[in-house]
């Protein structure tokens, strides 16, 4: 008789968290979607929203979004685009992070500037810390 024993399939049940950077085209903006990339790297539970897509009304992208149990907006500045995207398929954010206001960072055209992202992605973990 075999003495192997059924070890039950761990089911996860960790949150599925939408991040919808605004991908603005200054560095606040690209700083949301670098984070989004590192976040994806880091964690397994974290799902990229296109932010350009809930607007536009492309149906798999809004579903994507529905998909998620927590939004959180990365908006670069106070024009807020990913917060207003996100309302535009009908989802509130969860969590609103405005980068120029929550850390004090000027808005400009130096893309690769990383001048704010350290803070930024250390504010976003600790949501996501905090949510699992
Ligand atoms: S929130 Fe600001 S930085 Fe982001 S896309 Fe809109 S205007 Fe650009």
């Known amino acids: 008789m075999s003495e192997a024993q059924?070890?039950?399939c761990e089911v996860s049940k960790k949150k599925v968290i939408g991040?919808?950077?605004?991908s603005g085209a200054c560095n606040v903006g690209m700083m949301t979607t670098r984070c989004?990339?590192?976040?994806?790297?880091?964690?397994d539970n974290i799902n990229f929203?296109?932010?350009l897509g809930l607007?536009?009304?492309?149906p798999n992208i809004i579903n994507n979004a529905k998909?998620?149990?927590?939004?959180?907006?990365?908006?670069g500045c106070e024009v807020e685009c990913a917060t207003k995207a996100l309302k535009s398929a009908n989802i509130e954010a969860d969590t609103v992070i405005v980068v120029t206001k929550d850390f004090e960072i000027k808005k400009n055209k130096q893309f690769r500037s990383?001048?704010?992202?350290?803070?930024l992605e250390d504010?976003?973990?600790q949501i996501i810390n905090q949510i699992l």
């Open 6 to 8: 059924t070890v039950p």
């Open 19 to 22: 991040l919808l950077p605004c």
């Open 36 to 43: 989004v990339i590192d976040m994806i790297d880091t964690y």
């Open 49 to 51: 929203v296109c932010a």
């Open 55 to 58: 607007p536009l009304g492309i």
């Open 67 to 75: 998909k998620s149990e927590y939004h959180i907006a990365l908006n």
């Open 114 to 119: 990383l001048e704010g992202q350290k803070e």
């Open 123 to 125: 504010r976003v973990e």
